[in-house]
């Protein structure tokens, strides 16, 4: 494989950094908002994965219709680029339902709720804001982390949500098929039935007297495959713009559409068999592959057949018996990780490789939990 972060290995490049290809980014959005585009599919791309306004910019000026944070503090800064945002995380206490409160007041503000307990406690905070905080019930469909388990369970939040107008108001349904790694060939009969239980719960709200004019779901695995969802009205990828370990070796991406890795440097030999690098828990995290969690921390571009064995803290320690050779000390590696996400949280800024030179950008969200 061509390693596209060559360039980006000059010495004015420390170590541990994370590099981000500026080309194969716009490749990825391209590609993604041609296939949305096609399917009269919103994007609403989540922005964890990258925290950094720039990268909102740029998802926006290749069409998307809003963005997604998970925590009201990523709300709060990307509304500086969006004035329509969907925190897609229960805001339950105090301080949180205060602040997605206030910021309503500047800007569209939606949020994900699956509980007549953050339904009130949102409505409180509004209320004595004096804004209004859209609503998406949130469903399960299959991935069994939040999400109420039935049509007439969102019904019941629905018109709890109506209750509580003009403090919220109910803009529709919010699910996320995150339990689907299926190859793509085998994706339809799961994202039919997910299909099937949206269709049921907007007919049933029909029934009701209530509308569901937004639909949200979506993710990277399912992204290509969402027109088989054929009641959401968007979806909310957000690791397709860089592509990781976990898309590559999933095959819902090629290795050459990765846009970010770790350049390291090669800081021990001394142990027959291994490398040592500079990249530990602390840059790489400690995420195994989603489908192939034998493969270790990540792929060494420059030594296909090593695998990153075991990370501490500081140190990423890499296996390379499969290899004709090992690097010397002070050899730089080139390490796409397993889960982009993590990582970019991990980093105050990233290199960014284009034709025009290597510039930085700033993580702006990093470490904004609450």
């Known amino acids: 494989m061509v390693n596209p972060f060559e360039p980006a290995k000059a010495e004015l490049v420390s170590t541990p950094s994370l590099v981000v290809d500026v080309p194969i980014v716009q490749a990825n959005l391209k590609r993604l908002h041609d296939?949305?585009?096609?399917?009269?599919?919103?994007?609403?791309?989540?922005?964890?994965?990258?925290?950094?306004?720039?990268?909102?910019?740029?998802?926006?000026?290749?069409?998307?219709?809003?963005?997604?944070?998970?925590?009201?503090?990523?709300?709060?800064?990307?509304?500086?680029?969006?004035?329509?945002?969907?925190?897609?995380?229960?805001?339950?206490?105090?301080?949180?339902?205060?602040?997605?409160?206030?910021?309503?007041?500047?800007?569209?503000?939606?949020?994900?709720?699956?509980?007549?307990?953050?339904?009130?406690?949102?409505?409180?905070?509004?209320?004595?804001?004096?804004?209004?905080?859209?609503?998406?019930?949130?469903?399960?469909?299959?991935?069994?982390?939040?999400?109420?388990?039935?049509?007439?369970?969102?019904?019941?939040?629905?018109?709890?949500?109506?209750?509580?107008?003009?403090?919220?108001?109910?803009?529709?349904?919010?699910?996320?098929?995150?339990?689907?790694?299926?190859?793509?060939?085998?994706?339809?009969?799961?994202?039919?039935?997910?299909?099937?239980?949206?269709?049921?719960?907007?007919?049933?709200?029909?029934?009701?007297?209530?509308?569901?004019?937004?639909?949200?779901?979506?993710?990277?695995?399912?992204?290509?495959?969402?027109?088989?969802?054929?009641?959401?009205t968007e979806i909310r990828p957000g690791t397709y713009l860089f592509n990781d370990m976990n898309t590559a070796r999933a095959g819902f991406c090629e290795r050459s559409q990765c846009a970010a890795a770790l350049v390291c440097t090669v800081v021990s030999n001394a142990v027959p068999g291994k490398a040592v690098v500079d990249a530990g828990t602390k840059t790489l995290t400690s995420d195994r592959n989603v489908m192939h969690p034998e493969s270790g921390h990540g792929h060494v571009i420059e030594y296909p057949e090593a695998k990153v064995v075991r990370l501490s803290e500081e140190h990423g320690e890499i296996d390379f018996k499969d290899c004709e050779s090992i690097p010397r000390v002070g050899e730089r590696l080139t390490i796409i990780p397993n889960h982009i996400c993590p990582c970019m949280n991990l980093q105050q800024a990233v290199y960014l490789q284009s034709p025009e030179g290597l510039t930085t950008a700033s993580i702006d969200t990093r470490g904004m939990l609450t």
């Open 35 to 232: 296939y949305a585009n096609a399917h009269q599919i919103h994007v609403r791309p989540h922005t964890k994965t990258h925290k950094s306004q720039l990268f909102a910019r740029m998802q926006l000026d290749y069409g998307a219709s809003g963005l997604t944070t998970a925590k009201v503090g990523e709300a709060e800064v990307m509304a500086q680029e969006s004035s329509d945002i969907l925190i897609a995380y229960p805001v339950v206490d105090p301080e949180r339902c205060r602040r997605a409160a206030e910021l309503a007041k500047h800007c569209t503000v939606r949020v994900a709720l699956d509980s007549r307990q953050g339904i009130d406690a949102l409505a409180e905070y509004a209320r004595a804001i004096g804004s209004t905080v859209g609503v998406l019930v949130d469903i399960n469909v299959g991935t069994n982390r939040t999400g109420v388990a039935s049509p007439r369970d969102a019904l019941a939040l629905a018109k709890r949500v109506e209750q509580q107008s003009p403090a919220l108001r109910l803009d529709g349904i919010f699910f996320y098929p995150g339990h689907i790694w299926n190859p793509t060939q085998e994706q339809v009969n799961p994202l039919q039935a997910i299909d099937a239980t949206l269709a049921s719960t907007i007919e049933l709200w029909g029934t009701n007297g209530l509308a569901a004019p937004i639909v949200s779901g979506g993710s990277t695995p399912t992204a290509y495959q969402s027109h088989w969802v054929r009641s959401q």
